[in-house]
């Protein structure tokens, strides 16, 4: 994963812990929706890493009055999750 994503979420390593645990543990947990979740942000960093490299390579001024509401949007997202 790259170092840029590592402030933000990964349900996809959530997940895979919680199948362990659980398969350890014999709790039993509904993780029905964690997938779903684990999509969604895969899809979202990809998106952002997308912008990054478009940027990198000088496409920076296309998307840069987007920039700072993306990434609210996204923060905004993932605070409503975890709350």
Known sequence: MPHVFLRFPYSKASLALLEVL??????????????????EARRKMR?????????????EELFKEYEDRFMDLFLKEQRGAIN
């Open 47 to 59: 998106q952002l890493l997308d912008r990054v490299e478009y940027r990198l390579r000088g496409g």
């Open 22 to 39: 659980i398969a350890m543990s014999g709790v039993k947990l509904d993780l029905a929706e964690l997938p779903t979740h684990a999509e």
